[in-house]
């Protein structure tokens, strides 16, 4: 079969978005290059590979699982059923923040740590993008924590590790603290693809979503330095909540929300500057 035929068979069953990130994985290139080759004959171990994996997608497995790797900042990240798979979303919240370090701190040689770091994408990135950070990953899971290695590798980054419940009993201050953490209530309906395949403990917390942001912000006061950025990611219905957490626990800091490209409320920033 040719490309162009897989591609339509692929669509029978799947997106055609899907059918054909998972052929381009297969013959390592990029969705759009595809064009470029539709005449071209594939092997046929590879039809084989390529109809087990739109199977997956079929039966509800998300693409990104399915392919192993998501890009995100224009790096390729390793991913699997242990950790959140990367957002959009997340992504603005980097973009944001590194303006943010950009207009606070003129100088770089800060101490950051990512909270629930999952995958790793947003500290990894970080470094990425300014080298002189001294990145501390952090999880509660270990499979979490595995991946993330994995994702600083091969992506030539050095950070570290650390397994631990958030900020409980740790040592030591930073300049900057990010976090994506899990931020759906108990109770609220979620679809279905993401509820049965991602990892719950990277998605809920507790009754009004609000769980890690009280036990982040109850300990971040002992463990910023005078002059900090506190950035947050949030649901798009907890910006007040978050703020008054915030308040309580900086109440001379500057605390801004930022709204995502859907126009949903998604990030909060807290930082005082000196
Ligand atoms: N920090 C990771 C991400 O943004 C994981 C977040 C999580 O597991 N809640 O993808």
Do not use: W
Request: net charge negative; proline share 4%.
């Amino acid at each position: 079969m040719t490309v162009e035929e897989l591609i339509i068979y692929g669509k029978q069953f799947i997106h055609s978005t899907h059918a054909k990130m998972l052929l381009a994985d297969l013959l390592g290139i990029n969705p759009l290059e595809l064009l470029n080759h539709l005449d071209k004959v594939v092997e046929p171990d590879l039809i084989e590979k390529y109809k087990q994996k739109v199977d997956l997608v079929k039966n509800q497995k998300p693409v990104q699982y399915v392919i192993g790797n998501v890009n995100f900042y224009g790096n390729s990240f390793f991913v699997n059923e242990s950790v959140l798979i990367p957002r959009f979303e997340t992504e603005e919240l980097v973009e944001n923040t590194l303006n943010y370090i950009d207009k606070l701190f003129p100088n770089k040689n800060l101490k950051v740590i990512d909270l629930g770091c999952g995958s790793g994408c947003i500290g990894i990135t970080l470094k990425k993008k300014i080298s002189s950070l001294e990145v501390t990953l952090l999880d509660i899971s270990k499979d979490a924590l595995e991946i993330a290695k994995q994702n600083a590798n091969s992506l030539h980054t050095e950070v570290t590790f650390l397994e631990n419940d958030m900020l409980e009993n740790i040592e030591g201050k930073f300049d900057v603290m990010i976090s994506n953490p899990p931020y759906i209530k108990e109770n609220e309906k979620i679809e279905d693809i993401v509820k049965n395949n991602e990892p719950h403990i990277a998605l809920y917390a507790g009754k009004d979503g609000l769980d890690y942001y009280r036990k982040i912000l109850k300990e971040a006061p002992k463990h910023v330095n005078e002059k900090f950025l506190i950035a947050f990611e949030i649901g798009m219905d907890q910006k007040d909540a978050v703020m008054n957490l915030a308040k309580e626990s900086f109440p001379n800091a500057c605390i801004i929300s930022k709204k995502d490209m859907q126009e949903k409320d998604r990030m909060i920033f807290i930082y005082q500057e000196d």
